[in-house]
């Protein structure tokens, strides 16, 4: 896909940065260069898949979510009258205004402010006011709501502006066996998601969240010091990595945990104390090996290319741990600022007490107010304004060698396995999936 002649020295600039990354290298102006930004609307984001909504979002007829896709494009997710999830642009066809204005609802039919064209909730166009005297007839078949193509996995629901984009699953690909490890092992609740503006650019929380767990003693100091966390870091760099050549990645903690800094019967993730069921119905649902990779499990986010997170974790303040769900879409909203939407997730079916303490320890510690994103976003949003500072001093880099004395566990077509969740190698793989979109690669 073409970006116009101001492109061409931008993607020399990213093959250079190609090769700086083959060495652990990542030249610190691509994370607030605003021409990476645009080229980002054009190559990127009209191409990969979107998460969008989650179907307990949307369980009955008429339900609709508003949501983004990248920075601009608007789309409604709806149930319609036939049970058929759908994903229309928010887009008027006559003369392109938002047709749903409200983040939430349920409606048969939606009416644009402007005109007051009027749309069923399966994108078909119903009404023209004052048609025969303004138009004589307008022809519904080719004026309904734009359909964009969607698809679900495991209640995921993900859009795609691309027709030609491969497939969901395929998009996915292997790391699918890991996705399922957060969406296939029970039914999902997902609350109404929370949002928050932060001074970032949207790659540099992504860039963190799957593996670095080396700043939680650091800038997480004062939760080990309340009991957040255990305080032998051990625990958290000594679990798995992977890495897609996708782009996804994950890291995962506790096997080094387990009757050491924790007793074994509090795995996975306190989830016998709390609510021993959802142990079960996981062992039902998943493979023998996907359960044995959730049972060492005690903290692990994910990344699914390029900008949708999701996280399993736990906190404890001097009491037993509670383990909660949360995910998380990216959504730049310039070269320097990003809103945050935050999910919480929880076990449908999990008793009602753990419902509302997994909730509380997800508001205490990443909700907007929590403590681990006070800690965090101070430092996101300095590094990207160093990003901007130094943009003409091309020979400042930042270092992704960390855990590159630990050995691969095991390689296939597409993911690598690292023997410990502390590789930035895996942000590598993503960082250089980034550049194959951006210089047409993919």
Known sequence: MGAGSWASGLEAELNSVRDSLKDGLLPHWVLSDPRLFELEKIRLWPRVWHFVAHES????????????????????????????????????????NSVVTSDCGNANTFTCSYHGWTYANDGRLLGVPLEDLFYGKVDRERTGLIELRSSTYNGLIFANLDKRAEPLEDYLGE?????????????FQYYPPHRWLVRMNWKEEVDSFGNDPYHHYTTHRS???????????????????????????????????????????VFPAFYPVWAPKVVEEARKRLSQDQFQVWFNHLVGPMVVFPNFALD???VSYGGTGIPFIFVRVYRPVSPRLTEVWSWFVVERDAPE????????AYA???????????????????VTT???????????????????????????????????????????????????YLTGRV
């Open 364 to 382: 205490s510690s990443f909700d907007p107010a929590g403590n681990f994103i006070a800690d965090d976003v101070e430092n996101f949003e300095n």
């Open 223 to 265: 939760m080990i010091e309340l009991g957040g966390r255990p305080p032998n870091p051990a625990v958290q760099a000594l679990g798995n990595a992977v890495a897609s050549r996708k782009g996804h990645k994950f890291g995962t903690s506790g096997r080094a945990a387990r009757g050491s800094a924790l007793p074994e019967s």
């Open 57 to 96: 979002e949307v369980p009955g007829k008429g339900d609709f979510v508003r949501r983004y896709l990248g920075p601009e494009t608007q789309v409604l997710v709806t149930r319609s009258d036939d049970e058929k999830v759908r994903v229309f642009l928010n887009f008027c066809r006559h003369r392109g």
């Open 353 to 360: 007490d753990f419902k509302r303490a997994s909730y509380r």
């Open 175 to 187: 790391f699918r066996y890991y996705l399922d490890l957060f969406t296939k092992r029970a039914e």
């Open 312 to 314: 399993q974790t736990w």
């Open 386 to 436: 160093s990003s901007a500072g130094v943009y003409n001093v091309r020979e400042v880099e930042d270092l992704y060698r960390g855990g590159s004395h630990r050995p691969v566990l095991r390689r296939t077509e597409e993911l690598t396995i690292y023997d410990t969740s502390f590789r930035e190698e895996v942000a590598v793989s993503y960082w250089l999936r980034w550049i194959d």
